[in-house]
Each structure stands twice: as C-alpha cells, then as structure tokens.
C-alpha cells in the first residue's frame, strides 16, 4: 500500500466495514466507520481469517488462556497466528492506531465471552488486541469511532 494521501494508516476490524468474515458468515456493520476512510488510510484486519480459519466457523471464547472452538478443539495457534500478521501489518504501516470489535476472542480491547458458550461477557481482552497493545499500538473498541470522527473534524476545522 503506497500512502499517496499523507493520512495515517490505521487497523479497522473487517467487520466493521460490512465484510462477512465473523464465524457466522456475517458482518457487524458500523455506519461510521466508513467516514474513516476520509482521515485515514484504513487498513481493513480479520485476525481469525488472517490467521487460517474458515468462514464459516465455530463460534470461540477465551478458556483459561486458550481460545476454544464451540466444538471443544483447541484453536490458540490460529488466533496466534493472525494477531502476529495484524501486528506485522501495523508494523510494516506504522499505525497510528486500531479499532477492533469488541467482545471477540481476537478483537475485543476491554470485553470478551466469558468462555462458558452463555452470551455473558466479562473484562478481558482478544488476543490481537493484546499483541497490538503489548507493542505500544492503541487499541478502540468501535464504540470510540464517533469521537475519534469529531477529534478529526476539530483539527480539520484548524487547519
């Protein structure tokens, strides 16, 4: 990716910006996510997919430190694998930033299931959110995308 624009690279889970590559073969659309494309060049992620599963898969939830499928299979080297190339890829770019889907085993920065298959959530974080910030690259959930969209608007109005 050449930055022929000056903005700065930023990481935006997949979903986010309609692509279906959840385990359910669905996407978790956000309508201002796409307004990020005008302050940054946004470098669309799917750790899960980036790191070999298919879609559709099993739903999974973080066990103990270990991220197993709803089938009871072990699939912690996957997750490893696509945190390590959304890294790479946040390296290679210097992101500035990521926001990531929250509540997912790979994406979620302050949420995640519980690891019981019920819905419940509990504090915790995705594996690639942990990598990303381990490496000093900020991590949002979705949820701040409105107010990063104004902080930009209110330099944009500086300038």
């Given at each position: ?14 979903c ?9 073969k ?44 709803k ?12 945190a ?29 299931h ?31 995308i ?8 209110e ?5």
């Amino acid at each position: 990716m050449i930055n022929r624009s000056n903005k700065p690279y930023i990481l935006v889970s997949a979903c986010l910006l309609g692509s279906k590559v959840r385990y359910d073969k669905k996407s978790k659309p956000n309508s201002q996510a796409r307004l990020l494309f005008h302050y940054f060049n946004v470098i669309p992620i799917c750790p899960e997919v980036d790191g070999g599963l298919p879609i559709p898969r099993p739903p999974s939830e973080i066990q103990a430190g270990k991220v197993i499928n709803k089938l009871g299979e072990d699939v912690t080297a996957y997750y490893i694998n696509g945190a390590n190339i959304a890294l790479q890829t946040a390296k290679k770019y210097n992101v500035v930033f990521a926001i990531l889907k929250e509540n997912s085993p790979s994406c979620g920065s302050t949420f995640i299931h519980n690891g019981k298959f019920d819905g419940q959530l509990i504090h915790g974080q995705g594996i690639t959110a942990r990598l990303l910030r381990e490496n000093d690259i900020v991590v949002y959930s979705e949820d701040m995308i409105d107010k990063i969209l104004e902080s930009e608007n209110e330099k944009g109005e500086l300038r």
